[in-house]
């Protein structure tokens, strides 16, 4: 036989100079992106206030839009905020929708808050391999008590008295820990009334949007009681 015939298959294949065109470079693509802001829910003894700023960013320095909802009503007793990727966030909400709908359909009512937190955990995780890249918060009223369930992203969640997530997280969790739950004076605690709730969710939101670049523009938020929901806004810093 001749030497050629000899060759190994991957021997005969056109050699490609790799050199030539620069070291190998490790992929950095990926199907995410973090659009920044915060969303933030507290409940209290017959209702929740639930809400998320407006400013959608590109993950660094840029600005995609000051007004970008990351709040969203999915059912007649139940409002979803969500914070991390834009797009994601509007193929969940409509999933939950659309579940919302077709259990009115089948089952004659509307859709409980309870039953709708545990679809959602579902949903999450039903996808963890490939998650949906939002962090959730669903409130409503839960056994004629305000409710806030917090999710992680793949599907993990809890009922508490508060939830915030999003790029400032970490500096309006100290306060609420510190203005809802008393940790640091509990000889001080009560509980707070609508009215002073719905004061200390604006002073965080106002307070984070001048330290957080990801936070600001404005804040959309949802007052939920077994009355019903009423939405409402108030504008932060726009630079």
């Known amino acids: 036989k001749s030497k050629k015939a000899k060759m190994s298959s991957y021997e005969t294949l056109p050699k490609r100079d ?42 660094s320095y840029g600005i995609h839009t000051r007004n970008g909802t990351k709040i969203c009503q999915v059912a007649e007793s139940c409002v979803i905020a969500s914070s991390g990727q834009q797009a994601e ?22 859709i409980s808050a ?39 992203a793949i599907g993990s969640y809890e009922l508490v008295p508060y939830g915030v997530t999003g790029s400032a997280s970490a500096l309006m969790t100290s306060v609420l820990d510190n203005q809802v739950l008393f940790q640091s004076q509990q000889k001080n605690f009560k509980e707070l009334t609508l009215d002073e709730t719905l004061i200390l ?23 939920i009681t077994n009355d019903g929901i009423q939405f409402d806004r108030f504008d932060l810093h726009k630079d």
């Open 201 to 223: 969710f604006k002073d965080v939101f106002v307070g984070a949007s001048e330290r957080d670049i990801y936070t600001g523009d404005a804040v959309e938020y949802a007052i």
């Open 114 to 152: 309870q039953s709708m937190a545990q679809y959602l955990s579902n949903t999450l995780y039903f996808r963890r391999f490939y998650p949906i890249y939002t962090f959730n918060i669903l409130a409503g009223m839960h056994e004629g008590k305000g409710g806030v369930w917090i999710y992680d």
């Open 18 to 59: 790799v050199l030539a065109r620069g070291p190998i470079q490790a992929a950095d693509w990926s199907p995410y992106i973090d659009n920044g802001g915060t969303v933030m829910a507290i409940g209290g003894k017959d209702f929740v206030i639930i809400g998320g700023d407006t400013r959608i960013s590109d993950g």
């Open 89 to 110: 966030r509007l193929f969940l909400w409509k999933r939950l929708q659309d579940q919302a709908k077709r259990y009115r359909f089948e089952c004659n009512e509307n």
